[in-house]
């Protein structure tokens, strides 16, 4: 089994769930309004991280607008990049890549743009991947929390 940074997390809680939902392969059967939300959020981020057209943002306030289109600048994007390895696999929502520096960004539909244990162990799984592909001098790690719409720059952590 490769270890993805969910199961990581899991495996720390509830046995059961860990059992069902990782060993069994059991469907999930929760309904959560907010995982909609959430996945269009993201889409709509990472098309205009792909296209550049303003139309997928236009919902945003002015700060996070100005946040997202200053990516642009801050070298090579890609969204929803796959990392792995031989023991670890997982999605980063937005990865930036420029000479010397990673970027690697989480898009968060909540208001809350701290960065939680939960949160850090995914973003240390991905830096600890993209650095495995190409190794680099520096790594930013940040979060973008949407509903809050912070400018970005208020939730990026130099390492």
């Known amino acids: 089994m490769k270890w993805s940074p969910t199961a990581l997390l899991d495996s720390k809680g509830c046995t059961r769930k860990f059992q069902k939902r990782w060993i069994e392969n059991a469907p999930v059967e929760i309904y959560i309004p907010e995982f909609e939300e959430g996945t269009k959020i ?9 296209t550049g057209n303003d139309m997928y943002i236009s919902e ?3 700060a996070l607008k100005k946040g997202l289109k200053s990516l642009k600048d801050k070298g090579q ?3 929803e990049l796959w990392l792995e ?3 670890l696999k997982g999605s980063a929502d937005i990865v ?3 000479e010397n520096k990673w970027t690697l960004i989480d898009i968060k539909s909540r208001y809350d743009s701290t960065i939680n244990e939960d949160l850090e162990v995914q973003l ?3 830096l600890y991947l993209i650095q495995q592909r190409k190794e680099k001098p520096q790594a930013e790690i940040g979060v973008i929390a949407v509903h809050n719409q912070l400018s970005l720059f208020e939730c990026l952590f130099l390492l």
């Open 42 to 50: 993201h889409t709509q981020i990472q098309a205009f991280l792909k």
């Open 60 to 62: 945003f306030n002015d």
């Open 77 to 79: 994007i890609e969204t």
């Open 85 to 87: 390895d031989e023991l």
């Open 96 to 98: 930036i890549e420029n």
């Open 124 to 126: 240390y799984c991905y």
